[in-house]
């Protein structure tokens, strides 16, 4: 009894064994000639694919929906706008439109409509659809949900003739060249009945007129794009383009690794290391357009004047503001929290955006000086305590509640910095990290907060977000604003920008107002974060960056890397021979595998009597 | 059908009192639980998830233009601005008739996006569940069976070490190895998702199933060991029995004695386990779907919850509760019928 049932256990585990193998195999075995995974950028029917790896869900693929970067990513791919931004210095170039021109009133703008563009079902886009898309979004609310801003102050739009837009504003806007608004093609769209529901996922391709068409969608598995060949600017080089989803980082990297996709973006320290030393893989370790920044919270407040919040007295102190900052080593912020990939904080504008880069000079420069902090504290009035603590005015021992993301380690590990500098000032620091920070922060219930915002081309949005108008209408409702601030002369300085439509003198303006955020000390940028990806160089021969001399690949303002990525020809020729392989060994493995299987089913059924 | 080998203390009245009239009074006893659970889970949804912090409007404005207006706009759209009692009796009103709302973020109907991800979540759960308790109740037998034998301690050691190692870390080293491939092993599998997307017929099911094997292997890997200790506990606990001295007795070969005597009457815990898993298998996986890139319902919930987009929270909750209670239900009914000890 004993050895016939020793016997069944391995006999049964064996044949599970044999069995799951099997099965394994035999999935492998069979899909393997039929994965279209490319490990080469190219398609079985010799077609370039070029596929780039995402994690972030599309909102919506309507672009009066969508406010997800992916979304709009591939919106720009779908459908041009009045304008673009060239990719070597983000200055507004044409578009769908070939020129365009204020009236002398500064109040009319007047767009040229190019007349080689046309819509992939054959039909001719002209100013008519243009103008159709923005009256649509000034009357529809739902239209109006993405980009409702970039029509607010607009009067009237016409299209006198199939090449003429003409706009119409309230009042003067140098806004106009960068309106990111996607054009669409209004015979298809005037038959969209509710706006606030349509999605534009179902029917495909969907008509377009950008460098690419949009062929399938498949929530959170891809995104197809095929190649408008037909596009004015001329036709991508890739035949598709696929944005496939991956929502773990480190499987992102393993499928560069394999060569299942050809761009990964989004990396981390470690990840990029670890990349660098592969010869088929290049990492761009690119200057970001994001700045990182300390808000200081100046006393919540609604523009009827009511004040609300809880932010710590001192901090309305320009001496103390300025110490804390004088005490945040930012060098080593960028060396040990970014791990060098990341650039030094300055002036509130990112320098990639070289128009509008602004630094203060020597002498207005808050340098890392944390005996110049203790000083510039002492003669505030916030002196130590026999314990070593600094006390408020109302003698009790200052602790600053600062806000940060717990989905973001960068905060807790500057929180941890702050810590130590501010510890050693004598002043203590509680840090708050929540998942949803927008309780306490539109509240105003917080000293202050870690924060960063991604800057446009035109700076305009990230500007207004300090404006006295931007804050909340009475203390219930919720504001533009981005933390309360409202400075009178700040405020000017944003008016008198967006009437100048002289590009230089307006940069001038608007070097001036990041001057004043400066100085004022309730905006403190620590460092511009850099856009760190990677790309296999088997499979993109050449792609455009932005800033072309240095910049990032994925999520440009405009079409230009994947538009321009070239394929590399003859990469990967040896995965042939390896894949060969792959198969014979799997043909064997199955061969052994089904051998076994027979073995066993033989000796089941010479056993079976004697078992029953 | 053990009856012949168990000494039961109620003797013949097992049988009769479940197809009697006990049975009825038990089923519409636990149908009549089922559906308070139900209206409980339906109104706890909705209370639940507004106690997340954390305003749905502003998040999904967040780092975007918009005016006051068009905050204001959003709120009346998604009926923020109305009091919470009108928004509840609103929100039941619907509910009752399938009607879970609209998402906030994907401005589609949350029933859509849960049928879109259910089947999605079903293949990956539901293949893992099949083959996890089909090895684990064999495996959990056999090891109960030749309890303290080497086979045991190993097939307890390694389900053990399984069982505690986190799902995504075995994933992720799956992914590496079969995937990606190391030194002389190949990369066989895809690295995520469920289909490499343009196949169409017999090449579609291929392709998925291939996108299959290493997640599935992945779930089998860490779930198989649950249910393997439980039968083999509860087979341990049988193996003292007199009935199966009988049956040995009577001259029933060893492995007849445990299939047909002994596995039956330790089946009731493994059952409830299934059961058990059998409602969570409709919840999904979160880990296991992110390290896979899987579209099902867990990556879902996660998206749903950092909104929070209430209407998908609501409606996810809603479902995988319901999942839970009609399994629990079910496992309730069938527990008489395999054990007639149960529901005297």
């Known amino acids: ?612 | 059908m053990t009856a012949d080998a168990t000494p039961s203390p109620v003797g013949r009245t097992g049988g009769p009192r479940v197809r009697g009239t006990a049975y009825p009074g038990y089923v519409a006893g636990k149908l009549g639980g089922a559906a308070v659970s139900l209206l409980a889970v339906l109104v706890t949804s909705f209370f639940l998830f507004r106690l997340i912090p954390g305003d749905p409007v502003k998040f999904m404005t967040g780092g975007r233009q918009v005016s006051a207006g068009q905050l204001a706009s959003y709120r009346r759209e998604f009926g923020l601005d109305l009091p919470l009692w009108e928004q509840f009796t609103d929100y039941c009103g619907k509910a009752l008739t399938g009607d879970l709302g609209t998402s906030y973020q994907f401005r589609a109907p949350v029933m859509d996006k849960i049928t879109e991800a259910l089947p999605n979540t079903l293949l990956l759960t539901g293949t893992s569940f099949v083959l996890y308790t089909v090895i684990g109740v064999l495996l959990g037998t056999r090891a109960a069976w030749r309890n303290g034998g080497l086979g045991d301690r190993l097939h307890t050691g390694l389900a053990l070490t399984l069982y505690s190692i986190p799902s995504f870390w075995l994933g992720l080293l799956l992914i590496i190895v079969f995937s990606v491939g190391i030194g002389p092993v190949p990369g066989l599998f895809p690295t995520g998702g469920m289909e490499s997307g343009g196949e169409e017929g017999f090449a579609y099911v291929l392709d998925v199933a291939h996108h299959l094997v290493l997640p599935v292997v992945t779930l089998v890997a860490v779930e198989y060991g649950q249910t393997l200790l439980i039968t083999r506990s509860a087979l341990l606990d049988e193996m003292g029995g007199d009935y199966l001295t009988t049956a040995r007795a009577k001259g029933l070969r060893d492995d007849l004695v445990r299939r047909r005597h002994a596995v039956p009457n330790a089946l009731l815990p493994t059952m409830t386990l299934v059961f058990i898993n059998l409602g969570r298998t409709v919840a999904g996986v979160i880990l296991v779907e992110t390290v896979f890139s899987w579209p099902g319902l867990g990556g879902l919930f996660y998206q749903a919850l950092s909104v929070p987009d209430l209407p998908l929270v609501q409606g996810l909750f809603f479902v995988f509760a319901t999942a839970v209670i009609v399994m629990n239900t079910l496992a309730d009914l069938i527990y008489p019928l395999l054990d007639p000890r149960v529901g005297r």
């Open chain 1, 1 to 612: 009894m004993d050895r016939h049932d020793q016997h069944g256990t391995e006999g049964t585990v064996l044949r599970l064994l044999a069995a799951a193998g099997a099965a394994l195999m035999l999935t492998a075995g069979l899909a393997t000639p039929l994965d279209p995974a490319p490990r080469r950028a190219e398609a079985k029917d010799g077609e370039q694919v070029l596929t780039v790896a995402v994690a972030q869900s599309v909102d919506s693929l309507s672009p009066f929906l969508a406010a997800r970067l992916v979304s709009t990513s591939v919106h720009r791919l779908m459908y041009e706008y009045l304008t673009n931004y060239d990719p070597k210095d983000n200055h507004a170039v044409p578009g769908l439109a070939t020129e365009w021109e204020p009236s002398a009133d500064k109040l009319t703008w007047t767009y040229t409509i190019r007349d080689d563009s046309k819509w992939s079902d054959g039909k001719q886009a002209t100013a008519e659809d243009a103008a159709w898309t923005f009256n649509k979004m000034m009357t529809d609310e739902g239209a109006a949900t993405a980009g409702g801003s970039f029509v607010a102050n607009f009067e009237k739009v016409t299209a006198p003739s199939p090449t003429e837009l003409v706009i119409e504003l309230k009042k003067p806007q140098a806004t106009m060249a960068a309106l990111d608004v996607p054009i669409v093609p209004r015979h298809v769209w005037e038959k969209v009945d509710d706006f606030s529901e349509f999605n534009n996922d179902k029917s495909f391709p969907v008509v377009g007129n950008g460098p690419f068409i949009l062929t399938d969608y498949k929530a959170d598995s891809y995104v197809r794009l095929k190649s408008n060949k037909s596009f004015w600017r001329g036709a991508p080089k890739f035949d598709e383009l696929v944005f496939k989803y991956y929502k773990d980082g480190d499987a992102a990297v393993a499928a560069l690794r394999k060569g299942e996709v050809s761009f990964v973006s989004g990396l981390t320290p470690a990840q990029a290391a670890a990349l660098k030393s592969r010869q088929d893989i290049a990492v761009n370790d690119a200057p970001g357009r994001r700045f990182y920044a300390l808000a200081v919270n100046p006393g919540a407040r609604a523009r009827n004047g009511k004040k609300f919040g809880d932010g710590h007295e001192s901090l309305l102190n320009q001496k103390v503001r300025r110490a804390l900052f004088m005490a945040v080593d930012r060098r080593t912020v960028v060396d040990k929290v970014f791990q060098g990939h990341a650039v030094e904080g300055e002036g509130y504008i990112p320098p990639r955006f070289s128009a509008y880069f602004w630094k203060p000079a020597d002498g207005q420069r808050i340098a890392y000086d944390p005996a110049g902090a203790a000083r510039l504290l002492d003669e505030a009035g916030y002196r130590k305590n026999g314990d070593g603590r600094r006390v408020g005015k109302n003698g009790r021992p200052i602790t600053y509640r600062v806000l940060c993301h717990a989905t973001d380690p960068q905060d807790k590990a500057v929180g941890k910095y702050l810590q130590e500098w501010w510890g050693e000032l004598g002043i203590g620091v509680s840090l708050d990290c929540r998942d949803n920070v927008s309780d306490p922060w539109l509240a105003g219930e917080y000293d202050l907060a870690f924060d960063g915002w991604s800057v446009n081309p035109d700076p305009d949005f990230v500007l207004s977000i300090h404006t006295c108008a931007a804050l909340p209408a009475t203390p219930k409702e919720i504001g533009a604003t981005d933390n309360f601030i409202c400075d009178e002369k700040y405020d000017e300085l944003y008016d008198r920008q967006l009437a100048e439509y002289d590009a230089a003198k307006r940069a001038d303006i608007v070097k001036q107002m990041e001057s004043r955020l400066y100085d004022t000390g309730y905006m403190n940028v620590m460092a511009y974060p850099n856009a760190v990806e990677a790309y296999r160089t088997d499979q993109i021969a050449s792609i455009t960056k932005m800033p072309e001399a240095a910049g990032n690949i994925y999520g440009q303002d405009g079409y230009w890397s994947w538009w321009s990525a070239a394929p590399a020809d003859g990469g990967g020729s040896s995965d042939g021979a390896g894949q060969t392989g792959v198969i014979i060994g799997i043909v064997a493995g199955v061969v052994v595998l089904a051998g076994l299987g027979a073995f066993f089913a033989v000796r089941r059924r010479a056993t079976a009597e004697d078992r029953e």
